[in-house]
């Protein structure tokens, strides 16, 4: 998984991309860790879509840019803009169905 360390890399990942998957973590976080795992074993079903990380030490304003005080944190971006958000306890079916649905379109 591609890690972010910037906002600018993140304004980039998802002004390139109309579909992007981030997780959001921490360090020493064991949640964290398996919810990233779930992410590299495949948990976005459509393989066109990026799943990238950033830990929010590396990037403390993220957390206040985009209202993040828990992790994990799966955030879904269409077209700019966040569409789907799941914490902790992550509904990926759900996520998948989000895609789905604006692929579909």
Known sequence: MV?????D?????ISDNDVAV??????GCSVCDAVEQQLED???????VPAV?????DVPEFSGE?????APTVLLFIEGKEYWRGSRFV????MNQMISSYKAE
């Open 53 to 57: 990380r950033i830990k929010l030490e």
């Open 3 to 7: 890690p972010i360390q910037s906002l």
């Open 22 to 27: 981030l997780l959001v973590k921490t360090n």
């Open 9 to 13: 890399e993140f304004y980039s990942l």
């Open 66 to 70: 985009y209202l993040v005080f828990s």
């Open 91 to 94: 509904r990926f079916d759900e």
């Open 42 to 48: 495949g948990a976005v079903e459509d393989p066109e």
